[in-house]
């Protein structure tokens, strides 16, 4: 019988959470913020008047290219659609403007409450938003690429449970609409991992984000918050970008910057690609969202919320890599990798393990040539092993009955087959209009119709108010799905802890 725990887990934004235990998204133990506030060596953060998410992320990506030679002055990501598989985004400062947020299929549940759906009650996925493509000039505040549009799928509920299976589903949407009128999705973030029990070569996660990449988007993962040797899934697929995290121990200079200790090292045959700013990172808040009550102590000002992890580092190289494709649109996945790696900053001292390439450096690799022949030989993965071992440790239970959602089955008990699901998904089928797996995945997210044309160009934000409002609690009436076999059950993860969403910590 799988333990089950009851914590949360992020893969990047680094939730805190005041036990630990083996966390099947890789993320590092998780320590509560300090009651005084700031974490030692933070006193480097401006918090005054925080500019490209924080003095780190600063150095590392977006305003450093912005400063720099007349061609990457005007780089911000404008046109460039970054794909956010997360707990939604919320319409607060900075991402509230029209054509700065497209939502996706909310494929949480959440979304069959009314008010819920596409919001972000949980708080990472708006910080992952912000660091990715804020922009709030009057609040002082502005991303990495602020002129880039997020499109995003909600996946995690309040309390960040999530099935593996839902997230495959939203890789799944995200290939087949990447075309789409007013979208062009070059970019996937996923700070989420698992401690899948197979090989990525069989892994059926592996295999959704190896196809999202063959067909042309660059799917950045989190390595995960564990500190251990073993890479989370998908971060293990050798084709994607695996970040981990870099610590810059409160200074600006990069000649002291070190690995993260939480940040997942990997082995010499798989480890991250690089790494990017991971530590204290500052980003947009969700007033009364559940990290937001659960950890005051990381709010920065009114508007504003620090966390530690993978994900963020995650976060910073999604933004930089919109730069790249606005400056050149024509870049493979492979060519864009290729000159992250190649342009990266080795630490003071080296560790081609554990900070793979080196420290992301953007503004290097918008000044150097594409390299030609930039293809990943790696062998193909096939996505035939199973959903359940692709689970690992992290399992939803019926809050009614206590039964965990285990074996060849998704969130809706249909059966899983192998075979089927990766021959739609190669194909960019996985989905059609509102059905995935068999399933219509219905409510007001799903209609069963065209996801495409318009419909995405007009979605835009309702005035709602997020001041005060309070999601602790376990009160979620609209978590269950409507139809299918788990009609009217209350999902929660039992094994969370700020687990697959690998997060560090929140102060």
């Given amino acids: 019988m799988v333990e089950t725990r009851r914590w949360l887990r992020r893969t990047g934004f680094g939730v805190v959470a005041a036990m630990l235990a083996t966390t099947p998204f890789g993320a590092a133990p998780a320590q509560a913020a300090e009651a005084t506030g700031e974490l030692a060596g933070s006193a480097w953060l401006d918090i005054g008047g925080v500019n490209a998410a924080v003095t780190a992320v600063r150095g590392a990506a977006g305003g450093k290219v912005r400063n720099g030679t007349v061609d ?10 970054v794909a956010l598989i997360d707990s939604g985004i919320a319409p607060v400062p900075g991402l509230n403007q029209p054509g700065k947020v497209i939502n996706g299929p909310d494929l949480s549940f959440e979304s069959q409450t009314p008010g819920l759906q596409h919001t972000d009650t949980y708080g990472h996925g708006t910080h992952m938003a912000g660091i990715i493509a804020g922009s709030d ?36 949407w995200v290939v087949a609409h990447r075309n789409d009128p007013g979208l062009n999705i070059r970019v996937l973030n996923l700070s989420f991992g698992t401690d899948s029990i197979q090989p990525s070569l069989v892994d059926p996660l592996s295999f959704a984000v190896e196809t999202a990449w063959k067909k042309g988007i660059v799917v950045v993962v989190s390595a995960g918050n ?39 090292r990997g082995t010499a045959a798989r480890h991250p690609d690089l790494i ?5 990172l500052v980003s947009l808040r969700v007033p009364g969202s559940y990290i937001d009550t659960q950890y005051p102590a990381a709010r920065v000002g009114d508007r504003l919320f620090r966390g530690s992890g993978t994900s963020q580092a995650a976060a910073v190289v999604s933004g930089s890599v919109a730069l790249l494709l606005q400056q050149r649109p024509g870049l493979t996945p492979d060519q864009v990798k290729q000159l992250l790696m190649k342009t990266a900053d080795p630490l003071a ?69 192998p075979l089927t699901w990766v021959t739609a998904a190669r194909n960019g089928r996985a989905w059609t209009g509102g059905t995935w797996n068999g399933s219509v995945w219905s409510g007001q997210a799903f209609t069963g119709t065209s996801w495409a044309s318009s ?15 309070s999601w602790a609690g376990d009160s979620w009436a609209g978590r269950s799905w409507n139809g299918g076999t788990w009609t009217g059950r209350s999902w929660a993860y039992g094994t969370w802890a700020g687990r697959s969403w690998a997060g560090r910590s929140w102060a």
């Fill in 137 to 172: 000039p009057a609040g002082g505040y502005e991303g990495v690429a602020p002129g880039a549009h997020l499109i995003s799928l909600k996946t995690a509920a309040y309390d960040g449970a999530v099935d593996v299976s839902q997230v495959i589903a939203a890789i799944d």
């Fill in 72 to 81: 990457t002055a005007s780089l911000t990501g404008t046109g460039i659609g």
């Fill in 455 to 469: 419909t995405w160009a007009i979605v835009t934000w309702t005035g709602r108010s997020w001041a005060g409002r």
């Fill in 226 to 264: 564990d500190g251990a040797a073993r890479m989370t899934m998908p971060s293990a697929n050798p084709y994607v970008l695996a970040v981990g995290a870099a610590d810059p121990n409160g200074t600006e200079a990069r000649t002291d910057d070190t690995i993260a200790t939480f940040s997942n």
């Fill in 349 to 417: 001292k080296p560790d081609p393990i554990g900070s793979g390439a080196g420290q992301l450096d953007i503004a290097g690799a918008a000044t150097l040539i594409a390299p030609l022949g930039a293809t990943q030989t790696w062998q193909a993965a096939t996505g035939l092993g199973t959903l359940e071992a692709s689970r690992g440790t992290s399992h939803l239970v019926d809050g009614v009955t206590g039964i965990q959602l285990i074996g060849e089955r998704d969130i809706f008990g249909k059966p899983w087959v």
């Fill in 276 to 280: 990017a700013a991971g530590r204290s």
